[in-house]
């Protein structure tokens, strides 16, 4: 009698496996993304870090700092939201819709759930890839105030795997040709990346908007990274600003296993 | 020129290596691989699936047919475990959907009737990453590659992009990529749909080789010829239930007669006729320019039809089809 090879395998593995199929992609494809997730964001070091730094005066608002230095972990942090919004939108709708792979995986025995567990993990993955790269440049470029500035690194994934989770929600409801992503990139991510404290500091904005801003993930991220990078960060604070990030990570990512669910197993 | 032009492997055997048997070589032994009782698919209040029952042996090769809409892909999808049943029973490798669907999954090859696969990745990397998800070790996919590309005549496109492939290739690569984990059951959705009869014929003498391997097959078609030439066993199903069930040969001798005169005529004028010839047919049909006699002796009926100076412009005497049974039981109209 025929007797198959598969077997079952668990969540972990699962995950794991669907990274491995997407590092596969990423071998051959990085080239294409590389310019907005890495080169795009060292351009915005150079340019403003230190071209337009060079004509600002270190002082109280850059926290007595160069202001390459003030604005470097808080731009791997805006940079990584910003690839995460991009990871989280067309690639979720053709995976569901043009290229249809959601379905070829869940197909085996690696289920809806599992499956945003590897589709999560391995936007993770990509903003910790580009992370890395624009850590070791602006080093290079001496933009970091010393070993504790590479704490922003992980602070960055979470602020983006914070914007991800919830966007990767919506993007697997979407039935159209993604028309919605545009409002998405020109109403949340662009303001965002302007107002929450990358460039200047958000008690410059008038006092209306400052709730706003401290709704939005980056401004936490942004908080944190600096605050771990350059030392002296109330301890109270980073555990808030954390929870932050982990409980929007986390009503994201089980929005996801519905929205997932609901797509694949109907 | 692209490489498509010339890919086409040299030795395509047009006719199928393998006779089809007509008759189911595994005895009901109450080793189903697939146990359906009541089964029940709903939409809201629409049932797609509306209380079948059925069982598949291991090593038949069973079919669905129907017209769009019957039932037949929401089937496939409860068996493939990615659509939860609304009622009724279902078993399937003797285990429950409902309970074990990664485990019957892990044991099952899934053909969908959209290919799905990975265009930015090369041929092989698509065989590669499909049998991780299956728990085979890097080794083992390798290995298994290797063989699955040379039974789909694809060595020679092994490490090329998927994107550019003919509609053939890549549904033989589907199919590939279906048998990674050696399944126990494959399941087809429309296999054959859109590709031209070269690769058509290709792709039925891959099935066969894998039923004389015992893989039991489920096929759903659109296409007689394909269920007669693959079937052992089929049903036909229609707004949601089965409406007949049985070999090709069982079918049609149940439903049609053993042949079919067909009269043609102006258009127009064919219903003229219908009172000189009813009573030489089981069945007459009457078509916008032809009537359709289903009489066991086309001959016959068409020279008593001569005799009685019934005078069409052409005539054609055939054997009875799978595709008249399809027509009685679902109708001519269309199905949208």
């Given at each position: 009698m025929r007797t198959s090879t598969g077997t079952a395998i668990g969540p972990a593995r699962s995950a794991l496996m669907v990274i491995e199929a997407f590092w596969t992609w990423y071998k051959r494809n990085w080239r294409s993304s590389a310019v907005s997730s890495i080169l795009s964001p060292l351009l915005f070091l150079i340019a403003l870090g230190l071209g337009f730094g060079s004509q600002v005066r270190a002082g109280d608002a850059t926290l007595g700092l160069p202001y390459v230095q003030y604005l470097a972990p808080a731009l791997v942090c805006a940079a990584a939201m910003q690839t995460a919004a991009f990871e989280s939108t067309f690639p979720v709708l053709s995976s569901f819709k043009w290229q249809r792979n959601y379905i070829a995986v869940t197909a085996t025995p690696i289920g809806p759930k599992a499956l945003v567990g590897g589709v999560l993990a391995w936007i993770a993955v990509r903003l910790a890839v580009s992370g890395a790269v624009f850590m070791a440049v602006a080093a290079l470029l001496g933009a970091l105030t010393g070993p504790a500035a590479l704490l922003a690194l992980p602070v960055s994934i979470l602020t983006g795997m914070a914007m991800a989770a919830p966007i990767v929600a919506y993007s697997s409801t979407i039935e159209t040709e993604g028309q919605q992503f545009n409002a998405i990139f020109r109403f949340i991510v662009m303001p965002m990346m302007m107002f929450s404290g990358t460039f200047f500091p958000v008690e410059q904005l008038p006092g209306w908007a400052q709730p706003v801003v401290w709704a939005t993930p980056l401004w936490h991220g942004t908080e944190l990274a600096r605050g771990l990078s350059f030392g002296g960060v109330d301890p109270l604070a980073a555990l808030g600003h954390t929870a932050y990030l982990l409980a929007l990570f986390a009503a994201g990512a089980y929005l996801c296993t519905r929205t997932f669910t609901r797509r694949l197993a109907v | 020129m692209r490489r498509a032009a010339t890919g086409r492997p040299a030795e395509i055997r047009w006719g199928l290596s393998v006779a089809p048997s007509r008759v189911p070589d595994v005895a009901h032994n109450g080793d189903a691989l697939v146990h359906a009782d009541g089964l029940t698919k709903r939409f809201g209040d629409f049932a797609a699936v509306n209380g079948i029952d059925l069982r598949v042996e291991r090593g038949e090769a069973f079919g669905f047919l129907g017209p769009n809409g019957a039932g037949k892909s929401s089937t496939m999808r409860m068996i493939a475990c990615v659509s939860p049943r609304t009622g009724g029973e279902l078993s399937v490798l003797g285990m429950d959907p409902n309970r074990d669907g990664p485990q019957i999954r892990a044991r099952i090859g899934v053909c969908p009737q959209l290919d799905n696969l990975d265009n930015e990745l090369t041929v092989r990397q698509n065989l590669h990453i499909y049998g991780r998800y299956f728990g085979l070790s890097r080794a083992q996919v390798r290995a298994k590659a290797v063989e699955l590309l040379d039974f789909a005549q694809l060595a020679e496109r092994a490490d090329d992009e998927v994107e550019p492939l003919s509609g053939g290739m890549k549904r033989r690569l589907t199919i590939a990529r279906s048998l990674i984990n050696d399944p126990e059951l494959l399941l087809l959705d429309e296999p054959t749909t859109g590709l031209d009869p070269q690769a058509r014929h290709l792709l039925w003498d891959r099935l066969f080789r894998l039923k004389q391997e015992g893989v039991t097959l489920i096929i759903t078609t659109h296409y007689m010829d394909e269920a007669e030439q693959l079937c052992d066993r089929l049903v036909v199903m229609d707004g949601g239930k089965i409406v007949a069930e049985?070999?090709?040969?069982?079918?049609?001798?149940?439903?049609?007669?053993?042949?079919?005169?067909?009269?043609?005529?102006?258009?127009?004028?064919?219903?003229?006729?219908?009172?000189?010839?009813?009573?030489?047919?089981?069945?007459?049909?009457?078509?916008?320019?032809?009537?359709?006699?289903?009489?066991?002796?086309?001959?016959?009926?068409?020279?008593?039809?001569?005799?009685?100076?019934?005078?069409?412009?052409?005539?054609?005497?055939?054997?009875s089809s799978l595709e008249d049974v399809f027509l009685r039981l679902t109708g001519r109209t269309l199905v949208d």
């Open positions: - | 049985g070999s090709p040969a069982g079918l049609i001798a149940q439903y049609s007669t053993r042949e079919v005169l067909e009269l043609r005529f102006a258009p127009g004028t064919q219903a003229d006729a219908v009172p000189d010839v009813a009573d030489l047919a089981d069945r007459v049909e009457v078509l916008p320019d032809r009537l359709l006699l289903y009489a066991d002796d086309g001959e016959a009926a068409l020279k008593a039809a001569h005799n009685r100076g019934v005078h069409p412009l052409s005539s054609l005497v055939r054997r």
